[in-house]
Every structure is written in structure tokens, then in C-alpha cells.
């Protein structure tokens, strides 16, 4: 690396404030629109074009504020089409803002659209020195560093090849290398690592760390839960061009689940209708706190509603990632537990969560066991309920979560039977 950015007083970086940005469906329209702006702008006692909406116009941005200090992470969330990839172009100067204000601390590194600053008829080896005297570096600065972005890129004899014969994965790589070579004080990362192969993410993800330990800041836009949970301290969820939600990287993400769950972001849920049981809420808790404490107890308790009794069921409940597509743990209970007619309650206890910090979701299943015929689902047909796991980011802790490690196993270390320890 040219130089990881030094750690310096405790100021922002990024300033937002009030940030709009507004666009038209309609090309036409918009290159009409832009042209009279360009002439309106150089009137100076024209009236300023921001505060409204003309015909076809929408916000894309409207009223977004935060601000970002050296060695912070921030996760910007949302669904498609909230406005996230927009205040990235903002904040990377590529399109101007039509409100509000952004003020910037340093140099900026950004990883916005693939293959953006890139030249697609050079090779790979060529443009790394063409964006390279671009952000004022000569020839000889980058001879030294060049075997690390190379390395780095991972592209082999690609290279000496033509950019544009390149994948999207090697656009990437090749982009990434380059772009945290140049010394930039802020990066901003856009969706890039989405087409990396999991080699190339694992390896953007531990320089992340490294480069937030050396107090570089990092703006990240990912649909990937382990990237932000691993990366990003805070977060902002937008929805609809607003910041919707603004906190801990994992409150934004529990937020961020719960909208695209369409579920309120606490434990509990609403009923499974249609079934002879209903599972009316699912509560978890810690034994000290209302939080589950990685390693710690956690309580789950299932309220549920029989319309008749029953004299022998199970009970299951499992963990799954957040984004629902792994399980990860559960328990199954299998000796037979009688179900009574009306409201009750089914309880448990995990004396020691093996789950490291992080966010996660619950589904429950009670059955029948004679038949296996389930009686209540929760989290299955429904959205399942969040579960979020607290922890000391220890040196330890942090380490693990560059392994991105969902679980821990308690382990007896040594061989007694060898007397080795
Ligand atoms: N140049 C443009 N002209 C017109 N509309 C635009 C332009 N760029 C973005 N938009 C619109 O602004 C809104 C926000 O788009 P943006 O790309 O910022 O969303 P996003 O949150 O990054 O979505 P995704 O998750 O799909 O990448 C969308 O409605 C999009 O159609």
C-alpha cells in the first residue's frame, strides 16, 4: 500500500446535511430541465432551483443527514431503489446535490460503478498507472507498491490484458486493488463486492478492518449481512430517499430485516392463522438482561392458543442467519408434552448460547408426534423473529467476526491423557 491513512483528532470526515437530490422519468424533460438550470445558475439574483418539484421530478434524496469520524464504518441500507447508490455518487462528486450541504475531510477512494475510471482498451497493468497519475501519483511512487496491487488484484497474466475483455468479478478486483493502493482517506463501496468470488470478498473485508484500524473511514452499501455486521459500527437504513432508521450497524440491520419482513423490529410476532394452534408471540430473553449475551442463557418462551387439547406433541425451535437461507442451531424437543386447550405457554432454556454477536431470526414448529403433522408454525409461512445477539468486541470477538464466525464451540483445550496443555 502507497500509505494507510494516519490516524489523526477526533473530527468528522463526512458531513451530511439535509441532502436532497431529485431526478425526472423523463429523459427529454430532464435534458430541458438541466439546460435551463445551467443558464438559470448563471444568473446570480435567479431564484435557487431546489426547494420543489417540477413536472415529472421525484426526490430520489430528501432531507439525509449524518456525519463519519476516522476509523468508522457506515452501512447504508435499504431496498432497491431507496436512494443508496445515489448518495454514494453524491458523496463521490459525480452528481450534484439539488439540497443541502457535504463537506469532506481528505482524500476519496471510491468503488461506485465497475469499471467506472477505468479504461476498457488498456490492460489492467496500464490503468493502474493511469488512475494512478490521475490522483497525482507518478510513475515511480507506484513502481514501488505495484507488486501489492497486483497481489492484491489476484489476476494473474490477465494483467497484460484489455480491461474490457475482463469479468465483472476481475473488473472488481482489479478496481479494489487500485483503489485502496491510492491512499484514500474515505472509501466508498458500492454493491463492488457482490460479483467478487468469496476469495476476493474474505480479502476486502480483513483490508476493511485493517484500513479502519488505521483510521481510514469506509462507507459501505451491501445487501450482505455479514459484510455490514463484520465492517460497520453504524449504520442508516433508507427508505423512499429518507433515513428511516439511524443507529448500531445491527440495530440498522434488525431494522432493515424487519422491513423487508415486513415485521416489527421487536421480539414477537403476529399470529399463524388458519391452524388448530396459534403461536401468538415468541419472547427471548438473557437471565440478567433483557438482551441475549453471546454465550450467555437465552429464554424462549412460546405463547401460544389451542382450540382443543392435546395429549402428545413436540416443539422445535430453530436459528437461522438473518437473511433466512441457513440454519445454524436449534432444539427439538421429542418426548411428548401435552398441549392444553386455550392460552399457554411453552418455555425453555439454552443455558449457553453458542452464538457469536450478531443478528439472527427464529422460527418455531409445534407438532403433532404420532403423525409429524404440524399443529403451529411461526417464521415459516410469516416472517420469522429477529433474534439479536450482544458481545464484548474483544480482541477475540473481533477476530472471529473477521472469521465471520456464527458459532462457538466450547472447546477443552490440551490432551489430558498426554499430559499436553
Ligand atoms: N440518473 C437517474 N435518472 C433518473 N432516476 C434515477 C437516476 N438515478 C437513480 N434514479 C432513481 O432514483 C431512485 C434511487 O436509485 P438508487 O440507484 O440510488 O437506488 P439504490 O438504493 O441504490 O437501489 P439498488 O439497491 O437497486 O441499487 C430510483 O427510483 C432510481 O430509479
Redesign the pocket.
Known amino acids: 500500500m502507497i500509505s494507510a491513512p494516519e490516524a489523526a483528532p477526533d473530527f468528522p470526515v463526512i458531513q451530511v446535511r439535509k441532502l436532497a437530490k431529485k431526478?425526472?422519468?423523463r429523459l427529454r424533460t430532464?435534458l430541458w430541465y438541466g439546460l435551463r438550470d445551467i443558464v438559470a445558475e448563471a444568473w446570480p439574483w435567479s431564484r435557487p432551483r431546489t426547494a420543489s418539484l417540477r413536472e415529472h421530478e421525484?426526490w430520489?434524496?430528501q432531507d439525509v443527514s449524518f456525519e463519519l469520524r476516522r476509523g468508522e464504518a457506515l452501512a447504508i441500507v435499504?431496498?432497491?431503489?431507496?436512494?443508496?447508490?445515489?448518495?454514494?455518487?453524491l458523496l463521490n462528486g459525480l452528481?450534484k446535490p439539488d439540497g443541502g450541504t457535504i463537506r469532506l475531510r481528505g482524500q476519496v477512494g471510491a468503488l461506485i460503478e465497475l469499471g467506472v475510471g477505468l479504461d476498457p482498451v488498456l490492460s489492467g497493468r496500464e490503468n493502474i498507472f493511469v488512475r494512478a497519475a490521475l490522483f497525482g501519483f507518478s510513475r515511480t511512487q507506484v513502481n514501488p507498491v505495484f507488486s501489492q496491487i497486483e497481489e492484491f488484484a489476484g489476476l494473474g497474466d490477465a494483467i497484460d490484458m484489455p480491461v474490457q475483455f475482463y469479468s465483472s468479478g476481475m473488473v472488481a478486483r482489479l478496481a479494489y486493488a487500485v483503489a485502496i493502493h491510492l491512499r484514500p482517506d474515505i472509501l466508498l463501496v458500492?454493491?463492488v463486492l457482490a460479483v467478487g468470488d468469496m476469495d476476493f470478498q474474505r480479502k476486502c473485508i480483513n483490508h476493511m478492518l485493517a484500513y479502519l484500524a488505521a483510521g481510514g473511514s469506509v462507507v459501505l452499501?451491501s445487501?450482505n449481512p455479514y459484510h455490514i455486521q463484520a465492517v460497520c459500527q453504524r449504520g442508516i437504513l433508507?427508505e423512499h430517499?429518507r433515513v428511516a432508521f439511524a443507529g448500531s450497524g445491527l440495530e440498522t440491520l434488525d431494522r432493515y430485516f424487519a422491513q423487508q419482513h415486513q415485521l416489527p423490529a421487536t421480539r414477537g410476532t403476529g399470529p399463524t392463522t388458519g391452524r388448530p394452534v396459534v403461536i401468538e408471540a415468541l419472547t427471548m430473553t438473557g437471565e440478567a438482561t433483557p438482551a441475549v449475551v453471546a454465550g450467555g442463557p437465552l429464554r424462549l418462551r412460546v405463547d401460544y392458543q389451542a382450540q382443543q387439547a392435546y395429549e402428545a406433541v413436540g416443539w422445535a425451535f430453530y436459528i437461522w442467519t438473518n437473511d433466512g437461507l441457513t440454519c445454524i442451531t436449534g432444539g427439538l424437543r421429542l418426548e411428548p408434552v401435552r398441549l392444553a386447550a386455550g392460552q399457554h405457554q411453552l418455555c425453555c432454556t439454552v443455558p449457553q448460547l453458542p452464538l457469536t454477536a450478531g443478528q439472527y431470526v427464529v422460527k418455531v414448529a409445534i407438532f403433532e408426534l404420532h403423525s409429524q403433522q404440524p399443529l403451529a408454525l411461526l417464521g415459516w409461512e410469516d416472517a420469522p423473529v429477529p433474534l439479536q445477539v450482544q458481545g464484548e468486541l474483544t480482541l477475540e470477538k473481533s477476530f472471529q467476526t473477521m472469521l465471520q464466525q456464527l458459532v462457538t464451540i466450547p472447546v477443552k483445550w490440551g490432551d489430558e491423557q498426554l499430559g499436553v496443555h
Do not use: P, Q, R, Y
Open positions: 431526478f425526472c422519468t430532464s421525484f430520489s434524496l435499504g431496498a432497491n431503489g431507496a436512494g443508496k447508490s445515489t448518495l454514494l455518487k452528481i458500492d454493491e452499501v445487501h433508507l430517499g
